[in-house]
Nanobody, 126 residues
């Protein structure tokens, strides 16, 4: 059974940092792309960043470039999202998602990812 479990969401002040984790199981981690998405009520789910686990190739949305870093620990089957210099507009539920690496890392379309975690809340206060 495929499982993705996010953790690390919290309340943080603007300018602060958080690291989210996405623990994966039930599939061959190396053969997948892991994406991080976020969603606020009333808005569509937004692609933030993704990583192709096998070679570490990564994509970032313009809104997070230079502030967020995606990484993975293949031995732990875990992907991470390091978020620095957080802004109030980064407030959202953050989801990790997985799909086989047949998709491109820039393919940040939610419907193209077959597996999803339950989400973790990130709140940035001003």
């Amino acid at each position: 059974e495929v499982q993705l479990v996010e953790s690390g969401g919290d309340l943080v002040q603007a300018g602060g940092s958080l690291r989210l984790s996405c623990a994966a199981s039930g599939f061959t981690f190396d053969d997948y792309v892991i994406g991080w998405f976020r969603q606020v009520p009333g808005k569509e789910r937004e692609g933030v960043t993704s990583i192709r686990i096998r070679d570490g190739g990564a994509y970032y949305a313009d809104s997070v470039k230079g502030r967020f870093t995606i990484s993975s620990d293949n031995a732990k089957n875990t992907a991470y999202l390091q978020m620095n210099d957080l802004h109030p507009e980064d407030t959202a539920v953050y989801y990790c998602a997985a799909e086989s690496s047949v998709i491109g890392i820039a393919d940040m379309v939610p419907v193209d990812f077959g597996y999803w975690g339950q989400g973790t809340q990130v709140t940035v206060s001003s």
